[in-house]
């Protein structure tokens, strides 16, 4: 089972900022936050990752709250190439074996 | 850099027939994964390997799926007979085994979309 609670479906305006949360409230001390999404007929893309500063890339900045317990990827100015279902996973990068698994996503539908 | 390469995009086949695909991951990458995703669902991993060895299958209905890792580097996943609810996109994907921060972010391929009849 996924170790994220994402909500199903959220709507965003073009231009506007998408703001979209994901819980994982039993995230352990080594588990990595990481953020991907999947774009209609592809497989999904790495878009960020972070354990528990803020991260800022070319797409998008990664909020994980100080407990840890929940995080937010926001972008910051939505366009309708960014309608995509959004995963959030954690995983251990210490080196060890571990296994990622992903849960249902949010599907981010951007409108004009 | 190259991608991760899948083949065939599509395929239909009859219930009970075979069908495999093919995978070569990004230059370098140590661990290879094969995800199944159904329509509507997110990916649910099917095995785990570490150059050629298996991390995990666990998940991997082997009375009818196989894989394999020969020489660490391409991989193979089959599946035979086929079954109805088999129809979904089969995605390969890899990762450096390294530890460290990134070290684990998995490249996904473009995938192979398998529709049973």
């Known amino acids: 089972d996924a170790k994220t609670t994402q909500p199903p479906s959220m709507d965003c305006a073009e231009g506007r900022a998408a703001n979209l949360p994901c819980n994982h409230s039993?995230?352990?001390?080594?588990?990595?936050v990481y953020w991907y999404r999947q774009i209609h007929s592809q497989g999904p893309q790495y878009i960020i990752h972070g354990l528990k500063n803020n991260e800022t890339n070319e797409m998008a900045s990664l909020i994980i709250t100080e407990d840890r317990k929940s995080s937010t990827l926001i972008l910051p100015h939505a366009t309708l190439r960014d309608t995509a279902v959004y995963y959030c996973i954690v995983r251990d990068d210490s080196g060890g074996s571990y296994i990622p698994t992903f849960g249902r996503g949010t599907s981010l539908i951007v409108h004009p | 850099e190259a991608g991760v390469a899948q083949s065939p995009r599509y395929k239909i086949i009859e219930k009970r027939q075979s069908v495999a695909f093919w995978c070569n991951p990004i230059?370098?990458?140590?661990?290879l994964y094969w995800y199944q995703q159904i329509l509507g669902q997110g990916p649910k991993l099917l095995i785990q390997f570490q150059n050629n060895g298996v991390v995990d299958d666990s998940q991997l209905p082997k009375d009818r799926f196989s894989a394999e890792r020969l020489k660490g580097v391409d991989s193979t996943l089959k599946i035979q007979p086929a079954k109805l609810e088999d129809s979904a996109v089969y995605l390969c994907?890899?990762?450096?085994?390294?530890?460290?921060?990134?070290?684990?972010?998995?490249?996904f391929g473009e995938g192979s979309w398998l529709t049973v009849v």
């Open positions: 994907a890899s990762s450096l085994a390294h530890g460290g921060p990134g070290g684990n972010t998995i490249y």
């Open positions: 230059s370098g990458h140590a661990t």
């Open positions: 039993t995230i352990s001390g080594n588990e990595y």
